[in-house]
Structures are given as C-alpha cells and as structure tokens.
T-cell receptor, first 115, second 114 residues
C-alpha cells in the first residue's frame, strides 16, 4: 500500500539555524499538508498546498516558515531561523482530492529538536 | 471556531473487554468526523470517518464509532479489545463547508492489558 514518507526521522539543530523537513506524498495525491505536534499537545494544522500554491495556513505558519514542491515528488517545509518553541513532531499528509470528507494520509513524522 | 475534546488522556482495558474512547466536537455547520490511530514511530493511520447517513460507522481492525448529533459526540468503540490495539488515538473534525482545516483532539492513549 502506498505510504507518505518523511525524512529525517529526527533532526537536531541549534537555535537560529535553518532546517528543511522533507516529505514524499503518495504519488497520485494532489493536496499536501503540514501539521505539528508539540510534546503532549494537540496535532495542529500548519499549511495546505495545492497546484504549487499555499491554499490555507494557520497563524502558526508565519514568515519563518515556507513550503515548496521542488520536483514532482518532494514536498518540503523550511523553517528559516529555528526557535526553541519550534521543537515538535512535524507530520506531512496528502490527499487525492480536496473534498473535506476525504481522509488524509499521514507520514511517520520528523521529530525536530531545537537546542 | 471548531474544536475537539478527548476528555481522557489514558484508557486502560483488559484484553477481550469492550473499549470506548470518547470524543466530543464543536463545529458551526455539519461535521465530518475522523478517527486516527498512531502506533509508536508511525504516522497517523486513518481508522474511520463519519460523513452523513448511518450514525454507526465501521472502520479498520474491528473499530466502530457512533455519531450522536444531540450530544455532539463521536465515541470510538470496539467490542473486544486486543493487546495490539494499544496505541494513541486521535479524533478529528472538519466543518462540512470545507473552508476550515482538520482539527484534532489531543489524543487518548489506549492500553490493553493481557
């Protein structure tokens, strides 16, 4: 069964450094999402992406964040200058269609630790 | 604003007993409701969803959930728990308009004891 994959599984970085989290969505899916989960807290929506554009973003997704689909398979989340509070598990997800009743398929996550 | 509450951080149940993981929601319109499960070092896996129609929906691994509009609940159930069901369970809701993103509860850790 096709799966969403994410790399790396764990990223440790120093405060102020840039990080890029990578995701490979399911190949025939067109809508892509990033979520984060701070330890012990809820899974929170960050951004959705379709047709090389951001469709929606939350208030968490400020100017420090950006997303990109650099080629036909990867979908990346960049944090320009990491802060301690960016430490979290980041999940990528994808769906084939945009309809709100479609379930999203999630990757295993990248644990980001900012020191 | 839409929200999801999972009132229990942890649910413990003996193997073979029925299990219930609770979820209540708040949305402005008609809800689309989802349950996801997360096993250690894995992503969130879709279990089941409610869109419309029959209030009892059946999903993967023998799980089912009952939509109750008057109580704004969508509790996850299974008649007979397995040790392998031990995991973190997330309830999520999306407004039927589709103009809002998927909103998750904080998760409930299910522990099934042999």
């Amino acid at each position: 069964e096709p799966e969403v994959t994410q790399t790396p599984s764990h990223q440790v970085t120093q405060m102020g450094q840039e990080v890029i989290l990578r995701c490979v969505p399911i190949s025939n899916h067109l809508y892509f999402y990033w979520y984060r989960q701070i330890l012990g807290q809820k899974v929170e929506f960050l951004v959705s992406f379709y047709n090389n554009e951001i469709s929606e973003k939350s208030e968490i997704f400020d100017d420090q964040f950006s997303v990109e689909r650099p080629d036909g398979s990867n979908f990346t989340l960049k944090i320009r200058s990491t802060k301690l509070e960016d430490s979290a598990m980041y999940f990528c997800a994808s769906t084939k269609e945009r309809a709100p009743y479609n379930e999203q398929f999630f990757g295993p996550g990248t644990r980001l630790t900012v020191l | 604003a839409q929200s999801v509450a999972q009132p229990e951080d942890q649910v413990n149940v003996a193997e073979g007993n029925p299990l219930t993981v609770k979820c209540t929601y708040s949305v402005s319109g008609n809800p689309y409701l989802f349950w996801y499960v997360q096993y250690p070092n894995r992503g969130l896996q879709f279990l089941l969803k409610y869109i419309t129609g029959d209030n009892l929906v059946k999903g993967s691994y023998g799980f089912e959930a009952e939509f109750n509009k008057s109580q704004t609940s969508f509790h996850l159930k299974k008649p007979s728990a397995l040790v392998s069901d031990s995991a973190l369970y997330f309830c999520a809701v999306r407004d039927g308009s589709g103009n809002t993103p998927l909103v998750f509860g904080k998760g409930t850790r299910l522990s099934v004891i042999a």
